[in-house]
């Protein structure tokens, strides 16, 4: 039997918890991070993204791209608690939840505690749990490995989930540069 590995990365994560919190920034470009001229953004918001800003960008740079970008300072606290009630979720599912950072993790499912037998429901299932529980969306990869599995999880982003199966395997990451 194929391992059934699940990679959850949340959608913006700060970024998103921030237009959360505060309903005036929903819809518009933020970054959190320093605004300053050696200040570096920790994420961007997807509004903030089509124009080309990205976590680990310059803030000046950001502003350059970006014209009228908030700034917004980090709530890291804010941040980890949000972060716990994923993580409350995913145990729901499975002890075998390997933290990446606060916005994302693999969990392995093939024997998992609610007695599911196909991963992409499990997957489908969480993301919809953690929307109820946070207002925030979560995208997912499923594969039989972890590297595939992070991969499938950027395919349909944001807020989407896609497969890379045994059978289609590195042919999946053809495509690819």
């Given at each position: 039997?194929?391992?059934k590995i699940i990679h959850i990365d949340m959608d913006a994560f700060y970024a998103s918890v921030e237009q959360?919190?505060?309903p005036a920034l929903r819809g518009l470009a933020i970054a959190v991070g320093g605004s300053g001229a050696r200040g570096v953004l920790t994420t961007a918001s997807y509004e903030a993204r089509k124009f080309g800003v990205h976590s680990a960008m310059p803030s000046v740079t950001?502003?350059?791209k970006c014209p009228g970008l908030i700034f917004v300072k980090p709530r890291f606290e804010v941040y980890r608690a949000v972060s716990q009630q994923i993580r409350?979720?995913?145990y729901d599912y499975t002890p075998l939840v390997e933290p990446l950072s606060l916005d994302e993790a693999?969990?392995?499912v093939t024997k998992n505690l609610k007695g599911m037998e196909i991963a992409t429901e499990?997957?489908?299932e969480i993301r919809a749990r953690?929307?109820?529980v946070t207002g925030l969306t979560a995208s997912a990869g499923i594969s039989y490995n972890k590297f595939l599995a992070k991969i499938a999880s950027d395919l349909n982003k944001p807020?989407?989930?896609a497969v890379i199966a045994p059978k289609n395997g590195l042919h999946s990451l053809s495509g690819f540069p």
């Open positions: 039997m194929s391992r959360r919190d505060n950001a502003a350059r409350d979720i995913f693999y969990l392995d499990i997957a489908t953690i929307l109820a807020n989407g989930q």
